[in-house]
């Protein structure tokens, strides 16, 4: 397995353009969720899902907006991004929402938004 | 509101030591605890997870306790090496949200 994949590993944006960090999992997993991870504020949820079809938010999901078609992908995506957003982003899945299971990340995307 | 704290934010030991790292959390209801190693640059890997109804955990050198009715949990590094410098990071699954709720992490350094 290859567990959970993150691309592109690093992106240079304007503020105002648009993209889409990309996160994938060969798991078999229910559960993806989206983190962004700033200096001095630990990781924050963005968004969650708890299985295809299924997305919601998390502490911060401004900005950001997610889809789930299907069980493997779990795409993020900026539309008019900010140098706010300026941040390590982390995609990370388990098998099955809400119960004692391990949590896996990704190697993480990092962003700057000039 | 269910938020995580660590404390120290930063520690630095000479090799060999014993050493304690905090994590405290604010709601009892969390289905389990994990402990997370993150190095430079680089993604978190799981070290430990404590399930609710647990109260310790071990792996190797490192031993994580959990104290649900104090709202704290302990990583416990046996004889610190220098290749166990690192951010380490706790984090609570709250059974009322299952959102994975992270603290701020302790970032470790062990000098030679």
């Known amino acids: 397995n290859a567990g959970v994949t993150q691309t592109p590993k690093f992106q240079v944006l304007k503020t105002g353009q648009s993209m889409t960090l990309q996160c994938a999992q060969d798991?078999?997993?229910?559960?993806m969720s989206w983190y962004r991870q700033d200096p001095g504020m630990g990781l924050r949820l963005i968004h969650y899902?708890?299985?295809?079809?299924?997305?919601d938010q998390g502490e911060v999901p401004n900005g950001y907006n997610v889809s789930r078609s299907t069980t493997e992908d779990f795409p993020l995506r900026l539309l008019s991004a900010a140098p706010s957003q300026t941040s390590v982003y982390f995609c990370?899945?388990?098998?099955?929402?809400?119960?004692?299971?391990?949590?896996?990340f990704g190697p993480g995307t990092r962003l700057l938004v000039l | 509101k269910q938020e995580v704290t660590q404390i120290p934010a930063a520690l630095s030991v000479p090799e060999g030591e014993n050493l304690v790292l905090n994590c405290s959390f604010t709601d009892s209801a969390i289905y389990n605890l994990q402990w997370f190693r993150q190095d430079p640059g680089k993604g978190l890997t799981s070290l430990l997870l404590i399930q609710s109804s647990q109260r310790e955990q071990t792996s190797g050198r490192l031993n994580a306790s959990l104290d649900k009715s104090s709202g704290r949990s302990t990583l416990y590094i046996a004889a610190s090496q220098p290749g166990d410098s690192a951010t380490y990071l706790c984090?609570?699954?709250?059974?009322?949200?299952?959102?994975?709720?992270f603290g701020q992490g302790t970032t470790l350094q062990v000098k030679p």
């Open positions: 798991m078999n997993h229910e559960y």
């Open positions: 984090a609570a699954i709250s059974s009322n949200t299952g959102k994975l709720i």
């Open positions: 899902s708890v299985g295809a079809g299924i997305t």
């Open positions: 990370a899945s388990r098998r099955i929402p809400g119960t004692q299971e391990t949590q896996y």
